[in-house]
C-alpha cells in the first residue's frame, strides 16, 4: 500500500512543520553554486544555535543544533567529486573532517569553544565560496558578451539564405 512520504523524510520540510514553500522554491530553483552557499549557512546557522545552547546549558538543544550541522558537514563531504579534481577534493574533505570532528566534541564535551573553531572553517570556506561564485559569474557574463560579439561579426541576417 503507497504510502506519501513523512515530513522527517524531506530535508526542506523542518522538524515535521508543514512545508516552507518559499524554502522548497529556493531550493528547486537554486543553481548548483547556490545550493553549496545554503549548505554552507546552514552548518553555520546550526553551529551558532549549538553554541548559544550550550551557554544557555540546555544539553537537548546542544545535541539537536549541533546533529543538524554535522549532517549538513558530512553531507558537503560526500558532494565532493575527486574524479574532477582529487587534490582539492582531499584538503577539502580533511577540512569538512576537522569541522565535523570539532562539532562532535562540542557536542559531548558541551564546549563553545570546539564550535568556535568549527566556525572559523566554515566561514573562511564560505567566504572563499562567495569569492568563487562571484568569480564563475563574472566569467560567464564576459563568455556571454563574446557570444554575441561574434554572432554580430557575422553580419546580418538574410531572409533570402
Known sequence: MFQPPSHADNPVEMNGAQPNSYLRNAVMQASPEQLQLMLYDGAIRFALKGRQAILDNDP???????????????E???GLKPEINKEVCEKMSALFNFVYRKLVNASVRRDASDIDDALKILHHQR???VILMEKVSH???EEADGDLVQTNREGPISVQG
Open 127 to 129: 567566504e572563499t565560496w
Open 139 to 141: 566569467l560567464r557574463a
Open 60 to 74: 537537548e538543544e546542544t545535541y539537536n543544533a549541533l546533529s543538524r550541522s554535522q549532517k549538513i558537514v558530512l
Open 76 to 78: 558537503m563531504d560526500a
